[in-house]
Protein backbone atom coordinates (compact mmCIF):
# COMPACT_ATOMS: atom_id res chain seq x y z
CA UNK A 1 0.00 0.00 0.00
CA UNK A 2 2.30 2.14 1.22
CA UNK A 3 4.67 1.48 -2.01
CA UNK A 4 1.91 2.48 -4.56
CA UNK A 5 1.23 5.75 -2.68
CA UNK A 6 4.48 6.83 -3.53
CA UNK A 7 4.47 5.42 -6.76
CA UNK A 8 1.82 7.91 -7.52
CA UNK A 9 3.53 10.88 -5.33
CA UNK A 10 6.91 10.76 -6.57
CA UNK A 11 6.60 12.23 -10.00
CA UNK A 12 4.55 15.19 -8.22
CA UNK A 13 7.24 15.86 -5.64
CA UNK A 14 9.95 16.02 -8.20
CA UNK A 15 7.67 18.39 -10.22
CA UNK A 16 7.32 20.74 -7.43
CA UNK A 17 10.92 20.35 -6.07
CA UNK A 18 12.98 19.10 -8.38
CA UNK A 19 15.37 16.13 -8.19
CA UNK A 20 18.26 17.36 -6.84
CA UNK A 21 16.09 18.74 -3.46
CA UNK A 22 14.23 15.32 -3.45
CA UNK A 23 17.38 13.53 -3.02
CA UNK A 24 18.92 15.76 -0.48
CA UNK A 25 15.45 15.08 1.16
CA UNK A 26 15.78 11.83 1.30
CA UNK A 27 19.22 11.59 2.67
CA UNK A 28 18.52 13.90 4.88
CA UNK A 29 15.92 11.69 6.45
CA UNK A 30 16.94 8.14 6.56
CA UNK A 31 18.02 6.36 9.46
CA UNK A 32 21.85 5.73 8.42
CA UNK A 33 22.50 3.33 11.59
CA UNK A 34 21.11 2.92 14.46
CA UNK A 35 19.83 6.78 15.76
CA UNK A 36 22.29 7.94 12.89
CA UNK A 37 20.11 10.44 10.50
CA UNK A 38 21.19 12.32 7.54
CA UNK A 39 23.98 12.88 5.04
CA UNK A 40 26.12 14.69 8.02
CA UNK A 41 25.48 12.46 10.51
CA UNK A 42 26.25 9.07 8.57
CA UNK A 43 29.46 10.75 7.40
CA UNK A 44 30.57 11.47 10.86
CA UNK A 45 29.24 8.12 12.03
CA UNK A 46 30.63 6.05 9.35
CA UNK A 47 33.99 7.82 8.66
CA UNK A 48 34.26 10.31 11.65
CA UNK A 49 34.25 13.08 9.11
CA UNK A 50 31.83 15.79 7.26
CA UNK A 51 30.38 15.03 4.46
CA UNK A 52 31.73 18.01 2.76
CA UNK A 53 35.18 16.22 2.67
CA UNK A 54 34.25 12.60 1.56
CA UNK A 55 36.03 11.20 -0.53
CA UNK A 56 35.12 9.05 -3.66
CA UNK A 57 35.01 5.97 -1.71
CA UNK A 58 33.66 6.81 0.64
CA UNK A 59 30.56 8.27 -0.63
CA UNK A 60 29.98 5.29 -2.97
CA UNK A 61 29.71 2.86 -0.09
CA UNK A 62 27.79 5.12 1.71
CA UNK A 63 25.65 5.08 -1.29
CA UNK A 64 26.01 1.64 -1.56
CA UNK A 65 24.57 1.04 1.80
CA UNK A 66 20.91 2.22 0.64
CA UNK A 67 18.55 0.97 0.58
CA UNK A 68 19.09 -0.58 3.57
CA UNK A 69 21.21 1.01 5.53
CA UNK A 70 20.55 -0.11 8.83
CA UNK A 71 21.70 -3.21 7.69
CA UNK A 72 24.54 -3.27 5.66
CA UNK A 73 27.78 -1.55 6.90
CA UNK A 74 29.68 0.61 4.42
CA UNK A 75 32.96 -1.22 4.97
CA UNK A 76 31.61 -5.11 3.23
CA UNK A 77 30.24 -2.92 0.00
CA UNK A 78 33.14 -3.11 -1.88
CA UNK A 79 32.10 -4.68 -4.98
CA UNK A 80 28.90 -2.98 -5.29
CA UNK A 81 30.45 0.60 -4.48
CA UNK A 82 33.33 -0.18 -6.76
CA UNK A 83 30.38 -0.48 -9.25
CA UNK A 84 28.73 3.39 -8.43
CA UNK A 85 32.34 4.76 -8.75
CA UNK A 86 32.40 3.43 -12.43
CA UNK A 87 29.06 4.99 -12.88
CA UNK A 88 30.11 7.93 -11.56
CA UNK A 89 33.23 7.97 -14.13
CA UNK A 90 30.87 7.32 -17.08
CA UNK A 91 29.02 10.01 -15.90
CA UNK A 92 31.65 12.67 -15.38
CA UNK A 93 31.41 12.36 -12.15
Known amino acids: MRKAFEYTLAPMAVMILGRNRVLELYLNVIEWGPGV?????????????TAAALNREQSARLAAILPSPRRRKPERMSQYSAIIQERMRLLGW
Do not use: I, K, L, W
Not at 38 to 48: I, P
Open 37 to 49: FGAQAAAEFHYHT
